[in-house]
């Protein structure tokens, strides 16, 4: 295995997810069809990285902050962590999608959480998160 192929193509193919997801406008259903798949299939390679550092090298040390930095020293691991992140940032923006159109929230109110969950995961799942409370409330009071 390559570490820097895996790594140039998970990004590529997360990238070209969230560009499709952020069209959602235009034909929501397919579009966050094919981002949940990318983001399944990079799981699928998360499962294949996993399975192959385990038989390689055996059960990592999660219980210390020095086996953790331990592990993400080496290019395999960290492409492992890395590919993790990029499926789970995913699949919470194709289920903000869903979900702010099962509230109607306006689509350039979501826009932002989904650029800072592409970017920086949890930032953006605690702004949609607010902003679905936001939302909320505000309706609670026009009633």
Do not use: K
């Not at 990285?49 to 960290?78: I, K, M, N, W």
Request: glycine share 8%.
């Amino acid at each position: 295995m390559n570490p820097e192929l895996v790594f140039s193509v998970t990004n590529i193919a997360a990238l070209a997810a969230w560009v499709v997801l952020l069209c959602y406008p235009l034909r929501r259903e397919p579009i966050v069809l094919a981002a949940r798949g990318v983001a399944a299939a990079l799981s699928v390679v998360y499962v294949v990285l996993l399975a192959r550092g385990l038989s390689e090298g055996g059960a990592p040390d999660f219980t210390t902050l020095a086996g953790v930095s331990a592990l993400f020293a080496q290019s395999e691991h960290a492409v492992l962590g890395w590919t993790h992140y990029l499926a789970f940032d995913l699949w919470v923006g194709t289920w903000a999608v869903e979900e702010a159109a099962r509230r109607r929230l306006p689509y350039l109110l979501v826009l932002p959480c989904l650029a800072l969950t592409f970017l920086v995961g949890p930032v953006g799942l605690v702004g949609f998160l607010g902003l679905c409370a936001g939302w909320r409330l505000r309706s609670a009071e026009r009633a």
